[in-house]
């Protein structure tokens, strides 16, 4: 277990570093980020001195760890747009940003998760139609447009919700729905071929046999199995929904990290950019790690293999 | 292992298996279309694709008005069916007065465009890295798989925004920078399936006739991928479309005034609270789009690839 561990623990080490040296690079070949500071159209002298006095003169690499060695020490730098640090601007944004992701993974298996099961149970009833057609559906919907449907049917025509920010809970409701409505086909497709293989296996008939039915049957013996593909997919769905707040926030006009992201771009605000890649990837990382390691603690297999 | 997830996120593998057809003594391709000419899905997706790409090919002909004429006397026309609406703008004008229904079969084009190029990029890319990976094995494999791993572990959308910010907003940058973030599914299919012809006879009796390495993965191994690249591909059309949308709707994909989908919901939202169809005329568009291109995809999917080969 120790070793599959930090065997496991040394890749996602290895990836978020060669992301994150993959972003610096790109910025740094493809930017003037002393152009950027200065301003569009300011005398040669003052962006020459600019670059100097903020080190962009120095050999690539050298700023790169020179950034990397500040960032362990969680030092991300100041924002060239913003001018404070980006660990503020971070820590100012996150909360939105994880209670909606938080929010909309709860969705997601509220309505996944019972979709998947009773599609399961009856394959190739009208449930298990409903079901699949959901999730074709429910991927060729573009995400940002079933935001704008959402506001217009329940913030305009029924003013249910507000329309935009991320003021109180009633301003996560619709972009909560939005992002969860995303992972729905993936998760109650896996939920449903899962249980499905499950329901076929030995163990499963013998347990009939000795009369499980119904939630027994279910959740107390099928379920188990079935929940390990589960729980690595949902690990990926939420690691993908911090990703998916780029979109969702922007429809909706929340001051989340996602948000944040896109208005660091469209700036070129490269130390904000570069430090929410890095976050956003090491998130996903550590999500994966620990579904991983959760599916190791349930099934000795992967452990042993 | 998270590859794996991924690739059962798209469904790839099949979930509903294909009934036995007594189709023995026609070659695979007739048996195929045999099973195609039965599937409802596939039908129905090839028809609404074909209608789509007959607009998009003869839009010059097939659109009433300029999709780039600005008619500003004539602007924020609702379609005929609304208060107001005129029968020379069958589906009402934009906040410039250009004609929404011109714009959105000239959309059809840059959808298709932009959904063909990348898919096609993304499988050059894909099942390049998977044929190397899956035939020669070793180190190469071990870092084809780390590239995947990392691939997988950046935001994709995020990384797309960051690029075509970089290199500037141009329809070929938009197709190239899609494809290039999105072969990891090409890659895992190409390299699995590699993996397993590579044990089989023809292979080593190619080897055995003085076949190169090359040769052999071109001339053998790629052939007997065909099917199952070609329902990638389709699937990955879809989300390249998706894509294109989401991007030219925040504003960093396709630049105004080309009339891409995405790019007129974006402008159509300053004025959805009273012109909703300016919003939902694309988007039902889009949802037809990719709705049809998967019902093809899973289709294409259920009658070519006969067992769970993977």
Redesign the interface.
């Known amino acids: 277990m120790l070793t599959f561990i930090l065997r496991r623990g040394l890749?996602a080490i290895?990836?978020?570093l060669?992301?994150s040296f993959?972003?610096f690079a790109?910025?740094h070949y493809?930017?003037d980020p002393a152009q950027t500071i200065a301003g569009e159209d300011a005398p040669q002298e003052m962006v020459d001195e600019i670059r100097k006095q903020y080190g962009f003169d120095r050999p690539a690499a050298v700023q790169y760890f020179d950034w990397l060695g500040s960032a362990l020490t969680g030092d991300f730098g100041e924002s060239y747009f913003w001018k404070q640090p980006v660990v503020q601007l971070i820590v100012d944004h996150a909360p939105v940003t994880i209670t909606l992701a938080l929010a909309s993974l709860c969705v997601t298996v509220l309505i996944a998760l019972p979709l998947g099961i009773s599609a399961a149970l009856k394959p190739n009833s009208w449930v298990d139609r409903f079901a699949?057609s959901t999730?074709?559906?429910a991927?060729?919907?573009?995400?940002?447009?079933l935001g704008?449907?959402l506001?217009?049917l329940l913030a305009?025509t029924f003013p249910i919700f507000p329309v935009s920010g991320d003021a109180t809970w009633r301003h996560f409701v619709l972009p909560s729905l939005v992002l969860g409505a995303s992972s729905v086909?993936?998760v109650m497709?896996?939920t449903?071929?899962g249980l499905l293989d499950v329901l076929s296996s030995d163990y499963i008939r013998t347990a009939r046999a000795k009369g499980f039915t119904g939630y027994r049957l279910i959740v107390q013996q099928a379920m188990r199995n079935a929940l390990l593909?589960i729980v690595?997919?949902l690990a990926?769905q939420l690691g993908?929904k911090?990703?998916?707040s780029?979109?969702t926030e922007?429809v909706f006009s929340m001051n989340g990290l996602g948000r944040l992201?896109?208005e660091s771009?469209?700036n070129?605000d490269i130390p904000t950019?570069q430090s929410?890649?890095l976050i956003?990837?090491l998130t996903?990382?550590l999500l994966?790690l620990a579904a991983?390691l959760i599916n190791a603690w349930l099934d000795p297999r992967i452990r042993m293999g | 292992m998270t590859t794996n997830q991924a690739i059962n996120e798209s469904g790839l593998t099949p979930t509903t298996a294909v009934q036995e057809d007594n189709s023995l003594g026609l070659s695979p391709t007739m048996a195929a279309l045999k099973r195609a000419r039965s599937h409802y899905g596939l039908k129905i997706g090839l028809g609404i694709l074909l209608v789509m790409a007959i607009f998009a090919l003869f839009a010059p002909w097939l659109a009433p008005h300029d999709p780039y004429m600005q008619n500003l006397p004539m602007r924020m026309l609702p379609p005929v069916w609304g208060e107001g609406g005129q029968w020379q703008y069958l589906l009402g004008t934009d906040h410039l007065g250009r004609d929404y229904l011109s714009r959105l079969i000239y959309g059809a084009r840059i959808s298709m465009t932009i959904g063909i190029g990348a898919a096609t990029v993304g499988m050059i890319i894909g099942v390049t890295l998977g044929l190397i990976a899956g035939y020669y094995g070793g180190w190469l494999d071990q870092a084809v798989n780390f590239l995947v791993t990392c691939q997988l572990a950046v935001p994709s959308l995020l990384l797309i925004m960051a690029l075509v910010f970089v290199i500037g907003q141009s329809v070929t940058v938009v197709i190239f920078v899609i494809g290039a973030t999105h072969w990891v599914f090409y890659l895992v299919v190409t390299r699995s399936a590699t993996l397993r012809l590579r044990e089989m006879d023809f292979v080593a009796a190619a080897h055995a006739m003085g076949c190169s390495k090359f040769q052999i993965a071109v001339k053998e191994v790629l052939p007997n991928l065909a099917n199952q690249i070609m329902v990638i591909f389709t699937l990955e059309v879809a989300v390249a479309i998706l894509n294109e949308a989401t991007l030219s709707f925040l504003g960093l994909g396709i630049p105004s005034p080309i009339p891409s989908w995405g790019l007129m919901i974006a402008e159509g939202k300053q004025a959805m609270f009273f012109q909703p169809w300016l919003v939902v005329l694309p988007g039902i568009a889009l949802f037809v789009l990719v709705i049809a291109i998967n019902l093809l995809g899973d289709g294409v999917r259920d009658v070519t690839v006969t067992n769970r080969r993977n």
């Open positions: 890749m290895l990836v978020a060669t992301v993959g972003t790109l910025f493809a930017t699949l999730a074709v559906s991927q060729a919907i573009p995400n940002f447009w704008l449907m506001i217009i305009v086909p993936a497709r896996l449903r071929t593909p690595s997919v990926v993908n911090l990703g998916g780029v979109v922007s992201a896109v771009i469209f070129s950019v929410l890649i956003f990837v996903f990382v994966t991983d």
